[in-house]
């Protein structure tokens, strides 16, 4: 296997960076380990160099990934138990939205690298997971955007312009790096062709859609390794 080049091993290194940056530079109010926490994040990068210039094949990447696994459940005890509700609930209300965003990349990195082991066997050709999501409810954040809960075997929050999504309809949804809209964070995107696509299958199972469904989203992904 080309680990060198995988797209998958290239998102999860950036994904390290902006767990990295995220740690150093967020205030968060509450009682959490930061010197632990960003000693362990350090930590993983030899891990990462090491699965890049591995070349393994498949039936070796669950013990070439696992330090990371380990690493990643160390990380949550240091950032402490409930660690993102409590950030959240003790948040001044100015920081509130600059909060929920960290939150939303500590989420986002901990779980591209606690799954990367996932993807590379499955030959993920995008970088980031992809599920089948049941849409929950729908707000407006303005004129021309919704606000989505979405349920993939655990609640996110996505934002889109299509204005057709109702609730309960099933879609695939691909979880990005999160933005933010009008104090709103968006954890990831729906898939699409001329519109969101509808489809079927067990809720928080990957999604299997055309190849033109992910053209966004990998327009997303190119657009985080570069930045």
């Known amino acids: 296997m080309d680990t060198h080049n995988n797209i998958n091993i290239l998102v999860a290194e950036k994904a390290l960076e902006l767990l990295k940056k995220t740690l150093e530079s967020t205030r968060f ?12 994040t350090d930590s993983m990068k030899s891990d990462i160099m090491a699965i890049k210039f591995s070349y393994a094949e498949k039936d070796s990447i669950s013990e070439i990934t696992a330090p990371i696994k380990d690493k990643i459940t160390k990380l949550q ?3 402490g138990e409930g660690w ?3 950030f959240l609930s ?7 939205t600059t909060t929920k965003m960290a939150i939303g990349r500590i989420i986002f990195s901990m779980n591209t690298l606690y799954f990367l082991d996932r993807r590379l066997k499955q030959d993920n050709k995008y970088g980031v997971d992809t599920f089948v999501g049941k849409v929950l409810s729908v707000s407006k954040a303005s004129d021309s955007l919704l606000i989505c809960n979405v349920d993939i075997k ?13 609730e309960g309809d099933v879609v695939a949804v691909s979880i990005l790096p999160p933005k933010e809209f009008y104090g709103q964070v ?5 898939c699409g062709i001329n519109g969101v696509l509808r489809i079927q299958g067990e809720i928080g199972a990957g999604a299997d859609i055309p190849t033109e469904g992910y053209k966004e989203t990998m327009n ?6 570069k930045h």
């Open 29 to 40: 109010e509450g009682v959490w380990k930061k010197k632990d926490a960003l000693q362990i």
């Open 77 to 79: 005890s240091a950032l």
């Open 84 to 86: 993102s509700s409590n």
């Open 90 to 96: 003790n948040a001044k209300k100015e920081n509130k």
């Open 154 to 166: 655990r609640a996110i929050t996505v934002l889109t312009n299509d204005m057709t999504i109702k």
């Open 186 to 190: 968006s954890e990831g995107m729906f």
């Open 220 to 225: 997303m992904v190119q657009d985080f390794l």
